[in-house]
């Protein structure tokens, strides 16, 4: 995930130590900063993806914590973060979105559902490298693919699919949680740009599926997490007011 600002500071040399624990804990391997750079990212490897997630050390609004959060905190949100990226990479997900029509009285619907998710503790989601920087705790992960889920990123990458951009915003008073509700925003948005060049008239339902080609780039700005996605989609249905 690029990020703006980035910092070379690393944690003491205790923490490897300490997150391989945490590591073990989750089921998750670890290779610490000091081992061979080369364990860090190849984008045009057909067997794995990479990338770094973040989460912030002192989060704006945060329920269930007050001031900075502890590591073991930081270190699950930021792996759950990366667990559900990657399988929005790899499965995708199913989208039901129903535009606001003000003239009709419809209110805007939502639903975007993962078709399937990395479990959690899975040994083939590995931890490269922790750092910290600009009050964010940073993790970087690989994931090594099964050739189920190759042939599945090969499938998304044909030319029958269309892709997309979109953005998305969210506001830092939903919490942590609401990075991903930033997500959902910018993925809506990027079938909503799409379907406006090529459908004249507002439609009554879009159903799709979707998947991310790479990790949403996020930052913090003026109260809310702005997200933007590049997605792969297939759209199933997109129904006109006079199909009813």
Known sequence: MALKGRSNTHFPPILPAWLFIISFIFGLPFFSAAGPRNLWAYPSDPDMLSAEF?????????????????????????????????????????????????????????????????????????????????????????????????????????????SASGRGVSSLQGG???????????????????????IKNKPRLIEARVVLVMPPYTIIDAGGYHSTVRIKMDLRDVLPYSAY
Do not use: C
């Not at 639903?111 to 970087?140: F, M, S, W």
């Not at 949680?177 to 740009?193: G, L, M, P, T, V």
């Open 54 to 162: 973040w989460t912030e050390l002192d989060p704006v609004v945060d329920f269930s914590y007050y001031g900075v959060i502890d590591q073991e905190t930081a270190i699950r949100r930021t792996l759950e973060e990366a667990r559900i990226v990657l399988s929005g990479m790899i499965y995708g997900y199913d989208v039901r979105y129903v535009p606001s029509d003000n003239a009709r009285g419809v209110e805007e619907e939502l639903e975007i559902n993962p078709r399937a998710l990395i479990p959690a503790g899975d040994q083939a989601l590995q931890v490269l490298d922790v750092r910290t920087g600009n009050n964010k705790y940073y993790v970087h992960v690989r994931y090594n693919l099964s050739d189920h889920q190759i042939q599945r990123l090969r499938a998304w990458s044909s030319n029958i699919y269309d």
């Open 176 to 198: 942590y949680q609401a990075k991903f509700d930033s997500f959902h925003q910018a993925i809506k948005n990027a079938i909503r740009e799409y379907l406006r060049v090529r």
